[in-house]
């Protein structure tokens, strides 16, 4: 059975603000490029628990999508009672770890 993926309204914000700063509505590359995040995320729906668990939180998953230097790290939350997918945050590999606040 597939799963349902939702987004939080912090990772409709991270990708809004993905899209704007590789600024995808003005080159056909950036914007495949974004299109392949997209459809990176959306096959959680198959096999979530593939990827790894986080360093931050072992309750969560991390998919990392894309090349050096543009790898983005996509942290989820799987509810297997629900058949749910909640992607909490997409983010730059390069930044920070998260604190445990912020995975709330």
């Not at 950036?30 to 668990?53: D, F, H, K, M, V």
């Not at 998953?61 to 543009?70: A, I, N, Q, V």
């Not at 799987?78 to 997409?90: F, N, P, R």
């Amino acid at each position: 059975m597939a799963y349902v993926v939702n987004l939080a309204a912090q990772a409709e914000r991270d990708l809004i603000a993905i899209y704007e700063n590789i600024r995808a509505a003005e080159s056909a590359a950036a914007l495949r490029w974004y299109e392949g995040l997209r459809r990176g995320i959306l096959s959680l729906q198959e096999n979530p628990n593939r990827c790894p668990t986080t360093d931050e939180n072992r309750a969560l998953r991390h998919l990392l999508y894309g090349h050096k230097p543009r790898i983005y790290r996509v942290i989820y939350r799987v509810d297997e009672a629900e058949k749910h997918v909640y992607v909490l945050h997409i983010r730059h590999g390069a930044r920070r770890s998260f604190r445990k606040d912020d995975l709330k």
